[in-house]
């Protein structure tokens, strides 16, 4: 008799269908889930998402969760794993889904992996992402690579989907001042320097540096020219070597002078146009959390 019941029992409990979505199991865990993503436990979040999909699933075959979780990895640093975990898809990423994986890329400094992962998106192709929005996303990285002239093709291209508007003007107008620019020629830095010590520096606007190479050179050649009027030749000699290697590493510090203003232009005139245009990426605003664990 009790082995008839326990036949039983297995029988009943094989048959039964796993918990459907909305029943007290996974609304507890839903719940929860949110409550962790509330207080950006984001490795808890992962866990506990994929024991909710354990729970009931049906929720496998939703794409917000698998959204949800690589969201969570980029949200907690871990932008290798949201990389490959979307990487292995490309062919069939969703736009969300192609933008986190610009985005991850770009964290991890592969610039021209990050732009071509969204440079071919078409706007209008998500009914999630607003057509400027999908601009902003792209604008980083165009921004981040140097490609102003191809930012400013892109607003271009991108004007019939955002309508003009506020935002867009104000985009075109600071994106355009790349052409203001004030760049230095690192060349031309190298090339006063071997002229005058110190005025490549100078012409790159280090003046402090300038004057620095300027009485390095100076000085050396100075005590050169005393020790040799004093017929102390090995002085002499000493500070001719000391002068001329003053003389070299000056024309070199008047190119990366150059190179380096260069480089400071790049990130004022970058971090302007961010600030003034482009949101903050946040994926949590494409997974849709109030949805899925409503």
């Not at 950006?40 to 729970?55: G, S």
């Not at 969201?71 to 062919?91: D, I, V």
């Not at 930012?151 to 003007?169: H, S, T």
């Not at 052409?179 to 060349?187: I, Q, W």
Request: aromatic share 12%; charged share 25%; net charge positive.
């Amino acid at each position: 008799m009790n082995c008839f019941i326990i036949l039983l029992s297995f029988v009943l409990t094989a048959g039964q269908q796993p918990a459907p979505a909305g029943t007290g199991l996974v609304s507890r865990q839903k719940a929860f889930v949110k409550d962790l993503f509330a207080q950006k436990r984001y490795f808890d979040v992962i866990a506990e998402t994929r024991r909710l999909m354990a729970f009931d699933p049906g929720i496998t075959l939703d794409p917000d969760y698998e959204f949800f979780i690589n969201a969570n990895y980029f949200l907690g640093g871990q932008y290798r794993t949201a990389l490959s975990n979307l990487a292995g898809k490309k062919l069939t990423l969703e736009v969300r889904e192609r933008v986190l994986l610009s985005q991850s890329y770009m964290k991890l400094g592969m610039k021209a992996d990050s732009l071509e992962s969204v440079r071919l998106i078409r706007y209008g192709a998500s009914r999630d992402l607003s057509a400027y929005t999908l601009l902003a996303r792209k604008a980083e990285v165009y921004l981040e690579c140097g490609k102003y002239g191809e930012l400013m093709d892109e607003i271009a291209a991108a004007e019939r989907y955002v309508g003009e508007n506020e935002k867009l003007a104000l985009l075109r107008e600071e994106a355009g001042r790349y052409r203001e620019l004030g760049y230095r020629s690192a060349p031309a830095a190298a090339a006063l320097s071997a002229l005058i010590p110190g005025a490549g520096q100078m012409y790159a606007g280090r003046y402090i540096l300038g004057a620095a190479s300027f009485a390095g050179v100076a000085a050396a050649a100075g005590g050169a020219w005393y020790f040799h009027r004093r017929g102390m030749s090995d002085l002499s000699y000493l500070f001719i070597a000391m002068s001329s290697l003053l003389y070299i590493g000056n024309i070199v510090g008047a190119f990366s002078a150059a190179q380096s203003a260069n480089r400071q232009v790049d990130r004022s005139f970058r971090e302007r146009v961010r600030k003034k245009c482009i949101p903050g990426y946040d994926p949590a605003e494409d997974a849709r959390v109030d949805r899925i664990f409503r």
